[in-house]
């Protein structure tokens, strides 16, 4: 009963979407059908760990409308958007890192989105095509949960351009990869490249007696099993650290706050396979140089 | 037409208690919480049906292992899933509907609000004392239809969940906007993974921070309903479709499920008295 709703936009407006963001280099969409399993999360800290290295530079887009995480767990909470003459500004959390949220538009954190698709769609239109991106190696879009309007807008939007793939995230128990397994037929069905899966929350090791206890317990055999199952590259587990949700919530860099932990040597091994299969994968014109 | 064979119907005429089950947040527990609200009140001796209106990731039927079961037609409608032999709690929910259980439901807004319109309409509930919205995280298409759908049957209100920590208060704030705004009653807020007590060392863990839930309570004016800890018994009851409620009447997360029915229990009887 699936159906893939829009496929043609107009010319004009595909050819000004590849125009602005000709400069960008490489897309990666952060995906998940289950809410609150980790994508902000893994989002902020991918466009952290990316723009570790300061000759790069990045790009992240929050795409969720209704419930946007960005600001906050980027530090940048209350900040505004500005207007220049090539378009709305990003907010900048370094030289080389730039965010855009709705929550940049909002005028206080009571206030709620109520819309429904036709105006997200427009706002996520107005993101691509009018926010000065600039000269951009990696975009990095979060999404909100589920395989709706803002899943197939920023899909059909980015075809203008290019997206490398999708970074799927879930966490261990079956009630999540329920979801996963549907986001993962998502993206064949609109020809979306699967990077690999995170699992998050994998597993809780008690601050004071250092044993594991499986919290969101992987009944049908985790992320591992699924990938398995379905061809996927698993890219790796994190295990749930209380510290990650409060550096999130602090609008700190968890990877530069605990940069010790399993959590987060985990995260940057992923950080690092997501961009070696970037650099395999670069747009076509650049690998004739 | 189609409306006034809807209302000739009248399916919903025969519910006593509609709640909703709201969250900006997604991942906070919204499906949980209906699933145990509703054991609970079964176990208080109430008929309870769940509408499912989550349409892209559907976690109710397989909370109470139905997730096989198909949606059959009678005269009224469409009749909902019965998930005991008592028929004391019935589910309606895309999941039914699905010819293969990964099929992805890529939709976008206009068709999920005819099918949600069609799920308030359509689903022969008969006589229940309550029926439990579970919703999708947001503020958006099925939101605005739910609310819209339910207007004329009068719903008691909407139960708000949230995890402690601030980026998931942070949007439940924003729903409570949207209660306003559409004219919603907020029955109360509950804290879900709130503290992870080590089953090794009785260690108590603020995973995901603490108190979040109870303060946005207090700084909104309104009720309160409780904390409900992170409890690995409750996601594995929940992941094998078993009625925790019954069976682990010992586990940290046990009162507090219990008291947030006895709670919105209360409120009804105080208010029919």
């Known amino acids: ?289 | 037409m189609e409306e006034a064979a809807a209302a000739e119907r009248n399916n919903l005429g025969g519910v006593r208690y509609i709640l909703l089950v709201l969250s900006g947040k997604g991942g906070v527990g919204k499906s949980t919480i209906s699933t145990e609200l509703a054991l609970s009140l079964r176990h208080s001796g109430k008929k309870v049906g769940i509408l499912d209106v989550d349409l892209c990731g559907p976690s109710i039927p397989r909370m109470f292992k139905v997730q096989d079961s198909d949606v059959h037609q009678c005269d009224a409608g469409w009749v909902p899933v019965f998930v005991d032999q008592e028929k004391s709690i019935s589910l309606m929910s895309i999941g039914f509907l699905l010819e293969k259980p990964d099929d992805a439901v890529v939709w976008r807004g206009p068709k999920k609000n005819a099918l949600i319109k069609q799920f308030v309409a359509d689903v022969a509930w008969g006589e229940l004392d309550f029926l439990i919205v579970d919703t999708p995280p947001g503020t958006s298409d099925e939101h605005i239809s739910t609310v819209e759908a339910l207007r004329p049957y009068k719903p008691l209100g909407a139960i708000l969940v949230t995890t402690p920590q601030a980026v998931s208060v942070g949007d439940v704030r924003r729903e409570l906007t949207f209660c306003k705004k559409t004219g919603l009653r907020v029955l109360g807020i509950v804290e879900n993974m709130s503290g992870f007590v080590c089953p090794h060392c009785s260690e108590c863990t603020n995973i995901f921070s603490k108190g979040g839930g109870e303060e946005l309570a207090k700084h909104a004016g309104v009720p309160f309903l409780g904390s409900v800890p992170l409890d690995p018994q409750l996601s594995q009851s929940l992941e094998d479709g078993r009625d925790f409620i019954q069976e682990f009447p010992k586990s940290s997360a046990f009162p507090a499920l219990t008291r947030i029915a006895q709670q919105i229990l209360d409120g009804v009887s105080q208010g029919s008295s």
């Open chain 1, 1 to 289: 009963m699936a159906e893939v709703a829009g496929g043609g936009q107009p010319e004009a407006e595909a050819a000004e979407l590849r125009e602005r963001l000709r400069g960008v280099k490489h897309t990666v969409v952060v995906l998940s059908g289950k809410g609150g399993v980790g994508k902000s999360t893994f989002s902020a800290l991918l466009a952290h760990g990316l723009a570790a290295d300061g000759g790069r530079q990045v790009a992240l887009l929050d795409v969720d409308i209704c419930g946007p995480s960005i600001p906050k767990m980027m530090g940048l909470e209350g900040e505004q958007v500005h207007q220049s003459g090539s378009g709305w500004s990003p907010v900048y959390v370094e030289e080389n890192l730039g965010v855009m949220s709705v929550g940049f538009l909002l005028s206080s954190p009571d206030d709620a989105v109520i819309w429904r698709g036709p105006k997200k769609n427009g706002l996520i239109k107005q993101f691509l095509r009018d926010v000065d991106w600039g000269e951009v190696d990696y975009l990095i879009v979060d999404t909100p949960p589920g395989t709706s309007d803002e899943h197939l807008s920023i899909v059909q939007y980015l075809s203008a351009s290019h997206i490398d793939g999708a970074v799927i995230i879930t966490t261990p128990q079956e009630v999540s990869l329920q979801d996963v397994r549907k986001e993962i037929n998502f993206c064949h069905k609109v020809k979306v490249p699967i990077i690999g899966v995170v699992e998050n929350m994998s597993g809780f090791i008690c601050p004071k007696c250092k044993k594991e206890s499986q919290i969101f317990p992987p009944t049908t055999g985790g992320a591992e099993k699924m990938c398995q199952n379905l061809n996927v590259s698993l890219l790796g587990k994190v295990p749930l650290d209380p510290q990650i949700g409060r550096s999130c919530d602090r609008g700190q860099s968890f990877l530069s706050e605990v940069p010790d932990s399993p959590a987060a040597s985990s995260y940057r091994n992923i950080i690092q396979r997501v961009q070696e299969y970037c650099d395999q994968h670069r747009p076509q014109e650049e690998k004739t140089i």
